[in-house]
């Protein structure tokens, strides 16, 4: 089992950056993919960027393919998501979470979730 503690959230002007940190507790983070996930104001939940076990490999929603960069240190048992060129339809509550299912893409497959850190983007 993993426990899950997002931070870095804030308020930011369009055009700018953040980096959100995911801080897992357990010695078995390095086994998990993890994860990133956003839920606007009376919107689903949706897929952003996931990473495997490894780092060596990634995976983007493409609303946001080229501006942000998920990455993560096993050492640290900290996943990171990099958000640069950042838009008003960015805002949303940023949740981290595990993967134990099939599908990167999947909410589904992910059963440890974080508590959500807000992002809020000003034009």
């Known amino acids: 089992q993993v426990q899950l503690v997002e931070s870095g959230g804030g308020l930011v002007q369009a055009g700018g950056s953040l980096r959100l940190s995911c801080a897992a507790s357990?010695?078995?983070?390095?086994?998990?993919?993890m994860g990133w996930f956003r839920q606007a104001p009376g919107k689903e939940r949706e897929f952003v960027a996931a990473v495997n076990w490894s780092g060596g490999a990634t995976y983007y929603a493409d609303s946001v393919k080229g501006r942000f960069t998920i990455s993560r240190d096993n050492a640290k048992n900290t996943v990171y998501l990099q958000m640069n060129s950042l838009k008003p339809e960015d805002t949303a509550v940023y949740y981290c979470a595990a993967r134990t299912g099939a599908n990167y893409y999947a909410l589904q497959s992910y059963d440890y979730w974080g508590q959500g850190t807000q992002v809020t983007v000003s034009s």
């Open positions: 357990g010695r078995t983070f390095s086994s998990y993919p």
